[in-house]
């Protein structure tokens, strides 16, 4: 069960930084249901995954929170312990400042505290209103989550 290339090709096309910069999560929500359905979930979700791992292909922030973003909608209506990408999460959260000094190409992105609390915030109390990734990506955390 692999991605197929005209899946990939969309899913690049939908995390361009042109376009993660630019669209709220609604937008880019609608842009990726729009390519894909619920049966291609998991493979998908598998190359956000291997997308995140590699910090050569997914370069920008607003990238990296909307491969995030994806990874969690498209499991949104059920409980996050249900969601096979959840320990993606927990692992993004839970970085350690001795794996930062690992420049190993494989490892999960190393998340600014903005980021980390977008995470935090997504899977304990996911809000419906529509947000714009540079919003997140500027917004200063009052409590530290190293």
Request: with cysteine.
């Amino acid at each position: 069960m692999s991605i197929e290339p005209s899946q990939l090709a969309s899913l690049l096309t939908i995390l361009s930084e042109e376009n993660t910069s630019t669209q709220n999560f609604e937008v880019l929500a609608n842009n990726f249901h729009q390519f894909f359905g619920k049966a291609d979930f998991f493979k998908i979700g598998c190359a956000l995954v291997t997308l995140l791992q590699n910090k050569d292909l997914i370069v920008h922030p607003s990238q990296r929170i909307a491969c995030i973003f994806f990874l969690y909608d498209m499991y949104r209506n059920d409980p996050i312990a249900v969601n096979p990408f959840a320990t993606v999460f927990t692992s993004l959260i839970n970085s350690t400042k001795e794996e930062k000094n690992q420049d190993i190409n494989w490892n999960m992105p190393k998340l600014t505290p903005q980021e980390k609390f977008f995470v935090s915030q997504l899977i304990t109390s996911p809000s419906k209103e529509v947000v714009n990734i540079n919003i997140i990506l500027r917004f200063e955390p009052k409590i530290s989550l190293e």
